[in-house]
């Protein structure tokens, strides 16, 4: 992923030089099972360890020149300085049991990041629905005026969504962290059983119970996936903002700084753009998602088709969620909420947004729901051409004969739609 959407604390985890560390630990924890079950001379792993250094730069000069090969450029370039201790490094196993093993290790310390994200963001949602709770707007349906709700109302939906996205993200972290020392096409040939329950046990993996030569690739399709859930949930929320920010809306407004500029050409412009990268990076990781799923399939016990797929598609993923979340949390953490545009916006249509309490009203008194929708739909057809809908209902011949005053009063009080708030929110722990 390009600097711009990678943060620091992502960005340590993908780099080559951390993708060697998490090689060399494997192939030390292999090294030590093979002593365990006395193959290897345990002076030899001594010796081995010592010498277990790597150069960056060495290795891809190797592969470039030498191997074609990253794995086999990393391993001769560890064992250079080992003399004939060196021939017990990666002894009896295949590069992807190095490799995959690696890589659960890799998608492990992502996915704590991301975890670390959902927290952050979650607990920001959470500060601001509680802040909310009772600002009062209008929920739309179709984009048209549906009925009230309020701003902390919206938001809990979304921190909802955030614990889902957590509670999947964390069930795919299980899923990818698996390690295998299986061999060239998975049967143990070469390498006993017990080494790769060994090295998963030491690494803090489990152990596949059965793999070819590569972990089968459902286990990261699924992880892929669940990052793409995330990422859209976060481009729904950000959708939300820059509607609400439309000029025409302007319920809500991006915090824009002193000096900020938000047009080269027309220096007005306010522009909610941080909301707009968050949703079209969304793009970007629901693409990764389809490279995932495609790379379930492999000829017979394994071909290469993954890898060149794999070493775009992990680091990128994860560093444009990580970057969305991080992002988005700023956003909502700085949003300017402007709960007078909102009250003047519910009103805008006056109380038609009261129909179907109108509606209820009849009913309970006695008419057919037929009955009732039409009573209240024919004052909403005088509303939509202008004419005040409580006052048409009030004066409505059907509903003088079944409606007190104040039952019409009643209908048309606002704060009937806030009266379930308090259970939805102690069953968020707001």
């Given at each position: 992923?390009?600097?711009?959407?990678?943060?620091?604390?992502?960005?340590?985890?993908?780099?080559?030089?951390?993708?060697?560390?998490?090689?060399?630990?494997?192939?030390?924890?292999?090294?030590?099972?093979?002593?365990?079950?006395?193959?290897?001379?345990?002076?030899?792993?001594?010796?081995?360890?010592?010498?277990?250094?790597?150069?960056?730069?060495?290795?891809?000069?190797?592969?470039?020149?030498?191997?074609?090969?990253?794995?086999?450029?990393?391993?001769?370039?560890?064992?250079?300085?080992?003399?004939?201790?060196?021939?017990?490094?990666?002894?009896?196993?295949?590069?992807?049991?190095?490799?995959?093993?690696?890589?659960?290790?890799?998608?492990?310390?992502?996915?704590?990041?991301?975890?670390?994200?959902?927290?952050?963001l979650s607990e920001v949602i959470r500060t601001r629905a509680r802040e909310h709770k009772k600002t009062m707007m209008i929920g739309r349906t179709h984009?048209?005026?549906?009925?009230?709700?309020?701003?902390?109302?919206?938001?809990?939906?979304?921190?909802?969504?955030?614990?889902?996205?957590?509670?999947?993200?964390?069930?795919?972290?299980?899923?990818?962290?698996?390690?295998?020392?299986?061999?060239?096409?998975?049967?143990?040939a070469n390498v006993d059983p017990r080494i790769q329950d060994y090295v998963c046990r030491k690494l803090g993996l489990k152990s596949a119970p059965v793999?070819?030569?590569?972990?089968?690739?459902?286990?990261?399709?699924?992880?892929?996936?669940?990052?793409?859930?995330?990422?859209?949930?976060?481009?729904?929320?950000?959708?939300?903002?820059?509607?609400?920010?439309?000029?025409?809306?302007?319920?809500?407004?991006?915090?824009?700084?002193?000096?900020?500029?938000?047009?080269?050409?027309?220096?007005?412009?306010?522009?909610?753009?941080?909301?707009?990268?968050?949703?079209?990076?969304?793009?970007?990781?629901?693409?990764?998602?389809?490279?995932?799923?495609?790379?379930?399939?492999?000829?017979?016990?394994?071909?290469?088709?993954?890898?060149?797929?794999?070493?775009?598609?992990?680091?990128?993923?994860?560093?444009?969620?990580?970057?969305?979340?991080?992002?988005?949390?700023?956003i909502l953490e700085r949003l300017v909420v402007q709960p007078d545009q909102m009250q003047t916006n519910l009103e805008k249509m006056g109380d038609l947004?009261?129909?179907?309490?109108?509606?209820?009203?009849?009913?309970?008194?006695?008419?057919?729901?037929?009955?009732?929708?039409?009573?209240?739909?024919?004052?909403?057809?005088?509303?939509?051409?202008?004419?005040?809908?409580?006052?048409?209902?009030?004066?409505?011949?059907?509903?003088?004969?079944?409606?007190?005053?104040?039952?019409?009063?009643?209908?048309?009080?606002?704060?009937?739609?806030?009266?379930?708030?308090?259970?939805?929110?102690?069953?968020?722990?707001?």
């Amino acid at each position: 992923m390009i600097e711009r959407y990678t943060l620091p604390k992502m960005k340590a985890v993908w780099t080559l030089e951390n993708k060697f560390v998490r090689w060399l630990e494997v192939e030390l924890a292999i090294c030590e099972g093979w002593v365990e079950l006395g193959v290897v001379p345990r002076e030899s792993l001594e010796k081995i360890r010592a010498l277990a250094k790597f150069d960056v730069e060495r290795i891809l000069w190797i592969e470039q020149n030498e191997t074609q090969h990253d794995l086999m450029a990393f391993v001769k370039n560890v064992t250079e300085p080992m003399g004939e201790d060196g021939r017990f490094f990666h002894f009896g196993v295949t590069s992807y049991d190095v490799e995959d093993t690696a890589t659960g290790l890799l998608l492990g310390e992502a996915s704590d990041i991301i975890l670390e994200g959902i927290a952050r963001l979650s607990e920001v949602i959470r500060t601001r629905a509680r802040e909310h709770k009772k600002t009062m707007m209008i929920g739309r349906t179709h984009g048209i005026h549906a009925e009230p709700i309020t701003f902390g109302f919206k938001l809990a939906g979304w921190l909802y969504e955030m614990q889902r996205n957590r509670e999947r993200l964390e069930f795919a972290r299980e899923m990818v962290a698996y390690g295998k020392v299986s061999g060239a096409v998975g049967t143990y040939a070469n390498v006993d059983p017990r080494i790769q329950d060994y090295v998963c046990r030491k690494l803090g993996l489990k152990s596949a119970p059965v793999s070819t030569q590569i972990l089968q690739r459902d286990r990261h399709a699924q992880f892929i996936t669940t990052l793409a859930i995330l990422s859209s949930s976060m481009e729904r929320f950000a959708t939300e903002v820059r509607n609400l920010q439309r000029t025409e809306i302007r319920e809500v407004q991006e915090y824009f700084a002193a000096g900020q500029r938000g047009s080269s050409a027309m220096p007005h412009k306010r522009n909610p753009w941080r909301s707009e990268q968050v949703s079209g990076l969304a793009r970007v990781v629901r693409s990764y998602a389809v490279a995932a799923l495609e790379n379930i399939v492999t000829w017979h016990e394994r071909d290469l088709s993954n890898s060149s797929v794999e070493r775009v598609i992990f680091p990128d993923a994860c560093a444009v969620v990580d970057y969305q979340l991080h992002t988005f949390a700023r956003i909502l953490e700085r949003l300017v909420v402007q709960p007078d545009q909102m009250q003047t916006n519910l009103e805008k249509m006056g109380d038609l947004t009261s129909s179907e309490q109108v509606m209820l009203a009849l009913i309970y008194k006695g008419l057919t729901r037929e009955e009732a929708y039409k009573v209240a739909q024919r004052n909403a057809a005088r509303a939509w051409e202008g004419e005040d809908f409580q006052s048409c209902v009030r004066s409505d011949p059907e509903t003088q004969r079944f409606l007190t005053p104040e039952e019409i009063d009643h209908i048309f009080d606002r704060q009937h739609h806030l009266k379930n708030l308090d259970v939805v929110f102690e069953r968020l722990g707001i």
